[in-house]
């Protein structure tokens, strides 16, 4: 019976790494002072989000694709910003209404209920997001262009140390 349980749970503890995306500690690029800012939009359709700021240097002789950066439990696409010699990964993420709670109907009739949903049985956490992440932290996807497409593999980089920049405030 110990055997079994060793097996089982040796089983189990493979699967699980095997589920993790692995994270690199040397990238072939820094980045310095990534920060993020809140904004809000002075009207209703004008919306809210973050702009996230990654400030990326890239050594000589590499080429690199950056692909997604995960942060906040989103996945972002990355966009790429030159400036002169300095290059930028800027994600610009925009609240949607998804994160608003449905409309209850409420009626002195209990059928006229029926389509509203019981507390606690909505799910908005994202179940398949990948890393285990605090708020100041997120994760960068890149891939380093090689002659064989094939031959590149998508890598992951953890940063730490997000500064939160003051909000903007539209009018």
Known sequence: MKNTSILILTVFSLYGC?????LTTAPPFSINNPSCQQYVGG?????TGFILQLPVDVGTGNEIKFLEVFFRGHVLESEIK???ENLWIICNYKYTGEDKKPDIIMHSDPKEEVGNQPPGSINRENADFPFDLDKDEAVVSYKIITEDPH???VAYFKITGIKEKP???YQ
Do not use: D, T, V
């Open 18 to 22: 095997s589920s993790q995306k692995k």
């Open 167 to 169: 909000s903007l405030i």
């Open 151 to 153: 031959n590149s593999k």
């Open 43 to 47: 009207r209703e359709e004008s919306g």
């Open 82 to 84: 030159e400036e002169g």
